[in-house]
């Protein structure tokens, strides 16, 4: 099974910390020269100095706020002037939690331009390298509401299943051009967005943080949580020559919550 990544660049975003800094190492691990996107500079200097480097391996970063679309089209499009990306990891942290019908307008326009209007400008600004290389992965962390909305969380399951309804889209237009586009979904994982989200229950409902979190562990068959890493393999996988044909398609990475196939 070929699973080099060796002289191909990855652009992965939102990766100076969870899932999104996993996948880099996990790419790094695999020989990718990776690029990493984010808005902090200092906490994107220390995440490029812990991925690994054969000592060809050229890894470098790009300050961007995903708040800020057209800023972000900017910065990305004088990048693509120069380089040229193989893989992009379209990764954005989720909105706050909340029952739909109480959601504000903004919190929706707001999440909708930083999720998939920020995924689309990165597309755009980098689909013309992987057609040039005849090579080009792209996989967008989403999340398990894409097959089954998750309660309290109303805004993120309605732009989540947005995100991937355009993803599709995206597979059926570039396959041809030897572009898979792909989506990887986390359950429950022990990132500093589910420790919030644990806080944030624990707060409203008066209850035990650590049993709220072991509530979320037993809904899985495996009876835990997920690791980032293990969310990252799954990344990984699909962005390498091995996952050639596999295009357009949702891979659960919950232990076996989701209920439907």
């Not at 995206?170 to 792909?182: D, K, P, S, Y």
């Not at 429950?188 to 562990?217: H, Y």
Request: proline share 3%; hydrophobic share 40%; net charge negative.
């Amino acid at each position: 099974m070929n699973l080099s990544l060796e002289n191909k660049t990855a652009v992965v975003c939102g990766s100076t910390q969870g899932i999104g800094l996993a996948s880099a190492k996990e790419l790094a691990l695999l020989g990718a020269n990776c690029v990493l996107v984010a808005r902090s500079e200092d906490k994107l200097k220390l995440a490029v100095a812990e991925l690994s480097n054969n000592g060809t391996q050229n890894h470098g970063y790009m300050v961007a706020d995903f708040s800020k679309p057209e800023e972000l089209k900017s910065i990305i499009e004088e990048w693509a002037k120069e380089n040229q990306a193989n893989i992009l990891v379209n990764n954005t942290g989720g909105p706050k939690g909340g029952p739909i019908h109480a959601a504000e307008i903004s919190e929706f326009t707001n999440t909708f331009q930083q999720h998939l209007i920020c995924n689309h400008i990165m597309v755009q600004a980098l689909m013309e390298g992987m057609k040039a290389a005849g090579y080009g992965r792209i996989v967008n962390i989403i999340s398990t509401s894409v097959k089954q909305p998750l309660d309290g969380l109303g805004v993120s399951n309605t732009i989540r299943g947005a995100v991937a309804n355009w993803s599709k889209t995206l597979a059926n237009e570039l396959g041809q051009f030897n572009i898979t586009v792909n989506n990887v979904l986390p359950g429950a994982t022990n990132t500093i967005r589910l420790s919030s989200i644990i806080e944030n229950k624990a707060e409203k409902t008066g209850g035990n943080v650590e049993d709220i979190k072991e509530g979320m562990a037993n809904q899985s068959p495996m009876k835990r949580i997920a690791e980032p890493e293990e969310v990252a393999n799954a990344v990984a996988f699909l962005c390498s020559p091995a996952a050639s044909y596999i295009n357009g398609i949702n891979v659960p990475v919950d232990g076996g919550r989701t209920k439907s196939l």
